[in-house]
T-cell receptor, first 114, second 115 residues
Framework: GQQLNQSPQSMFIQEGEDVSMNCTSSSIFNTWLWYKQDPGEGPVLLIALYKAGELTSNGRLTAQFGITRKDSFLNISASIPSDVGIYFCAGPPRYMDSNYQLIWGAGTKLIIKP | DAGVTQSPTHLIKTRGQQVTLRCSPISGHKSVSWYQQVLGQGPQFIFQYYEKEERGRGNFPDRFSARQFPNYSSELNVNALLLGDSALYLC??????????????FGPGTRLTVL
């Protein structure tokens, strides 16, 4: 099935470093969602974006809805050990009849170096 | 309040068998969606049910079917299992049809292994 292009696939970072990841699509999206999934659990919504150009923060996390509506970015500042996990972007593309049928990226795995 | 619950947690089946996965949404939630998450990939949408009616279907073969009961719980059935059906099956519940994504919550999933 179709997926969003998410990069990087994985990141090794030092505690305290800032993290950036992005998500792109060939289709226009009206909504961009960022989720985090921990092992053995379902995804948890971190940030939802509804407007092109929108910049939204949730604690140390900041996400942006790209102007072209075909991309989105997630930044994590001053990473801590509990940030470890897999981050997914998702959204309902405009061409879908139902806006509840989300399309997902393959995820960015965040690993903190010991 | 309890979150979304799914059963069983893990399941091992052999090719050709049939499997039924269960989901109990958050109390008061009327919409349930099912997703398949193959290892190393993001979830793929399978079905959405609202008020016991199918409201959406992803690109999956007819071997996949689902239903929603009067108490809003849901079952996902997969017939004639293939090795490629091995995945984490996620259930998500949402309070009502127009609810925002902030009001959609995922269960922990059922890990299905097909041998």
């Amino acid at each position: 099935g179709q997926q969003l292009n998410q990069s990087p696939q994985s990141m090794f970072i030092q505690e305290g470093e800032d993290v950036s990841m992005n998500c792109t699509s060939s289709s226009i999206f009206n909504t961009w969602l960022w989720y985090k999934q921990d092992p053995g659990e379902g995804p948890v919504l971190l940030i939802a974006l509804y407007k092109a150009g929108e910049l939204t923060s949730n604690g140390r996390l900041t996400a942006q809805f790209g102007i072209t509506r075909k991309d989105s970015f997630l930044n994590i500042s001053a990473s801590i050990p509990s940030d470890v996990g897999i981050y997914f972007c998702a959204g309902p593309p405009r061409y879908m009849d139902s806006n509840y049928q989300l399309i997902w990226g393959a995820g960015t795995k965040l690993i903190i170096k010991p | 309040d309890a979150g979304v619950t799914q059963s069983p947690t893990h399941l091992i089946k052999t090719r050709g068998q049939q499997v039924t996965l269960r989901c109990s949404p958050i109390s008061g939630h009327k919409s349930v969606s099912w997703y398949q998450q193959v290892l190393g990939q993001g979830p793929q949408f399978i079905f959405q049910y609202y008020e016991k009616e199918e409201r959406g279907r992803g690109n999956f073969p007819d071997r996949f079917s689902a239903r929603q009961f009067p108490n809003y719980s849901s079952e996902l059935n997969v017939n004639a299992l293939l090795l490629g059906d091995s995945a984490l099956y996620l259930c998500a519940s949402r309070s009502f049809w127009g609810a925002s994504y902030n009001e959609q919550f995922f269960g922990p999933g059922t890990r299905l292994t097909v041998l």
